[in-house]
């Protein structure tokens, strides 16, 4: 992926200087070749590798690993673009670039349907679901989605399964079993044919 600015080799580098890693990037044994992939697919053997940005502070990738038929979606680190539009910090600074509201939401909009395009038909999507409805107003403009988001992005994608991630460090296991169950009661609602379950470590999940 791009660092933005940064090249790759440049951010792992820097997340390994000694201030936060006691080993250095060039200490470590192994053969490491960074490859910037930018917008364009990434073949592997007969694995197709696409990628799309996401919405999260500082940048983010989603990606699509798509093998003949099958494909699995991987959108984490990712807050819906129209919601983010709900922030008053943001409203504030969309006025000091000149932007009209209108002009946001037109923008959003688009954000937001390149990304249900982008998982189209997956037999897998591993989404960030990291919070509740009601926990999300204190943590709009955090890069990340809530269980509802996801479910209805889900449905509009026509995915096959999705797997609700990227969970927040405060809920417990009862909690995240609530979540489950909230996102299933919003499928049966919607008559959607989507299985849906919440990810753990160790999960494997064969397409």
């Known amino acids: ?6 090249r790759l080799d440049e951010v792992l580098k ?7 890693f006691p080993v250095r990037f060039a200490d470590m044994s192994a ?15 007969e694995l197709v590798v696409l990628n799309t940005p996401l919405n999260h502070p500082g940048g983010c990738l989603g990606y699509r690993f798509q093998e003949g038929e099958r494909a699995a979606v991987y959108l ?12 008053p910090q943001v409203r504030l600074r969309l ?8 002009q946001a939401r037109k923008r959003a909009e688009a954000g937001d349907k390149r990304i249900v395009d982008f998982a189209r038909g997956a037999d897998l999507m591993i989404a960030d679901a990291a919070y509740t409805e009601e926990e999300y107003p204190s943590k709009i403009g955090y890069g990340h989605s ?18 609700l991630t990227h969970h927040d460090m405060s809920h417990s296991d009862e909690k995240l079993d609530r979540l489950g169950q909230r996102a299933q009661q919003l499928l049966d609602q ?13 999960l494997e999940i064969e397409l």
Request: hydrophobic residues 35%; proline residues 4%.
């Open 1 to 6: 992926m791009e660092g933005h600015t940064r």
């Open 14 to 20: 820097g997340q390994q200087e000694f201030t936060y």
């Open 31 to 45: 053969t490491i070749v960074p490859h910037d992939i930018g917008g364009d697919p990434l073949q592997i053997g």
């Open 76 to 87: 984490c680190d990712h807050e819906p673009h129209l919601r983010v539009l709900q922030s």
């Open 95 to 102: 006025a000091d670039e000149g932007i009209s509201l209108r």
């Open 146 to 163: 809530t269980v509802d988001e996801v479910i209805e992005r889900a449905i509009r994608a026509g995915v096959k399964t999705v797997a």
């Open 190 to 202: 919607a008559g959607a044919e989507v299985k849906c379950l919440v990810a753990y470590e160790g």
